[in-house]
């Protein structure tokens, strides 16, 4: 049980779901990061037949044009906002790539037969003034 302005609730308190960042990615999709540290792909495509508000939308630069107030995703000054919660219930797990390693032939260090990363590398590009080379 918890209290909310004078009102009891009988469930737990629920952590209020935020938009953190967002970019458009495509023709009306875009890649949102919520509050909960997921990234999540949010077509609008689908939404603008859902809901009518959204119609003034489908023009690309209005979609482009977006701002995040208090955790909210805004359009026009604040005149369309869409909820963080619809937001994340209407959108899909965003693919995040794995950062890659180098081939086994490809070098990351100045030396074409060290493999070692330039942190570790020794040669004279990278290494102290008082550092052998190897």
Not at 21 to 37: E, I, N, P, Q
Not at 88 to 96: G, I, K, N, P, Q
């Amino acid at each position: 049980m918890f209290e909310v302005n004078g009102i009891l609730y009988a469930d737990e308190p629920a952590l209020e779901l935020e938009v953190r960042s967002a970019r458009v990615t495509d023709d009306h999709v875009m890649l949102v990061k919520f509050s909960t540290g997921e990234t999540r792909l949010c077509d609008f495509t689908e939404m603008y037949d859902d809901v009518p508000a959204f119609a003034p939308l489908r023009d690309e630069k209005t979609f482009e044009d977006f701002r995040i107030d208090h955790g909210i995703l805004t359009w026009c000054d604040g005149d369309i906002d869409i909820s963080p919660m619809y937001l994340y219930e209407h959108s899909t797990e965003a693919d995040t790539p794995k950062p890659t390693r180098p081939a086994s032939n490809e070098s990351s260090c100045a030396n074409s037969r060290c493999s070692r990363p330039p942190a570790n590398c020794t040669t004279s590009k990278y290494r102290p003034a008082t550092g052998s080379n190897h």
